[in-house]
Each structure stands twice: as C-alpha cells, then as structure tokens.
C-alpha cells in the first residue's frame, strides 16, 4: 500500500507565531528544485471584528531567504470570514442585538458556495421559532444562541454550537466538512461566515482561519538561481496566532524523508 508520507514532504513553514501591531513574520525557507509542486496552507487564530492579516509566498536563492521576490499575490484573511471555529462572548447582551451566521457548503466539485444567512437576535425571551435568544444574563444568552444555532429546523443547517457561561463555540458538523456533499447537505458544511451587530455585547473571535497558496517549480526564477520558497505573514494585530506548513509533492528522487520524531500506521 502507497503512504502518504511516501509521496508528500510535510514541513513547518511557520512556526506558531503570536503577534505584534502591524508585525511582519517569515518562516523558512525550502528547497523546490528537488520536487515538481507545493502548497502552504496557513492558519490564523485570534483575530477580533475588522482584522486582517496577509499571507504571501516569497521565493529566495537559498535556505537564508537572498534576495527574497514575492511569487504572485498574497491572500487575506479577513475576520469573521470563512472561519471553521469562533467563539461568541455574551457581555450583557441588548435587545435586538444581532449574530448573523452564513454556512457555505462543498458543491459537487469541492468549491465552497454561500448559503443562506441566518440571523439570530436578542430578546427578552427565547423563541427558537423565531430565532430569538434571551438577553437577560451573560449565561442565559450563551445557552440559548446556542440552542436556537442547533436546532434542526430553524438553525444553521451544518454548524453546531455549545455554550459555557456566556460564550458560545462554533463549529462544524463535520470538522472539514462532508466529502463532496451537494449543498444544502447538512454535514457538507466547510466554513461559515459570523458578523455580531455589536462589537462589546457581543464579542466574535476566530479560532480557525485558513488559507493556502499552491507553488509549482516552473514558475520561480530559475534564471536567476532561485531555488527555495517560504512564507510570510503581514499585518498582524497584537495577540493574533498564525502557523503555516508545507507540503511540498512529486520528488524528483525517492524516497521522501519525513523529519518526524516517530511513524506509525493505523494497520
């Protein structure tokens, strides 16, 4: 049987990096005139409402990162945007105050697609009918815009959510989502969207954010002896996390080296 680990050179890009207002992180840099194609997939936690951050894939002409050129353009992270994990903290919840979640959903061919927003609101009573969760303390709220969010016929087909004295976790059915489920699949749910109306009442933090970025050998600079990518982070606020890893495919010599500490098979 063929592994994974066989075919596929798995490293850290990033390390785990907490950051500083408007800090500028880069990684290491890997060597990519020894396989065809890689992908860095990055990660981002802790961003709070109208953050963003950038992740870009530079290429350099060794493993110290010379003469480093941007290979094409930097993705954003942008908060509350297909997330697969946040929290929602209940800080004395108003009337009529707002949590608007969109769930997208895998189509046929493994795009993720918008579904319909759902809007939960705050009231003086729980109404799950009516998407209303009761105000009246931090605990309460939590609980019941957790019930309302879970509820089979008017909550948000894909999400679940769970409350702990006043803060709400959201995340997938299926963490990754349904294999190649046909939107409205229930379980096919990917990532989803979350907006609060109020930024102090009603406090949204992503836990799970991710990106990635594929790099294909022919497009360095070969002419000019590049020969190793890394990836860079931007723009972080103060207390936000990011990692990124590589996966760099189709070696052209065998086997792959893993450095790993240990390997195991599930047989």
Known sequence: ??????????????KP?????????TGEYFRMDTFAKARFTGIVRGQLTAATCTMAVYEAKDATGDTPLILGAAVTFTQGSKVSMATCLCNTVSVADTVILTPYYF??????????????TAAAATSVANREFI?????????????????????????????????VTITCTEPGGGDRQVLPAKNGTGAFDITESNTTRLVV???IQMADI???VQDLTRDSDYTHVGARFAGLETG????????????????????VVATDTSA
Do not use: W
């Open 240 to 259: 936000t996390l990011c990692c990124a890893v590589i996966e760099r495919a189709m070696a052209g010599y065998g086997p792959v080296g893993q450095a």
């Open 214 to 216: 594929e790099v294909y």
């Open 17 to 25: 990096y907490v950051g500083s207002e408007g800090a500028t992180y």
């Open 135 to 167: 105000n009246t303390n931090d605990t309460a709220a939590g609980a019941a815009l957790a019930e309302c969010i879970n509820d089979d016929t008017y909550g948000v087909p894909g999400l679940l959510a769970s409350a702990s004295t006043g803060t």
């Open 107 to 120: 189509n046929g061919e493994g795009t993720l697609t918008a579904g319909t927003a759902v809007t939960f």
């Open 205 to 207: 933090t992503d836990l």
């Open 1 to 14: 049987m063929h592994m994974i680990r066989e075919g596929v050179k798995l490293d850290v890009a990033v």
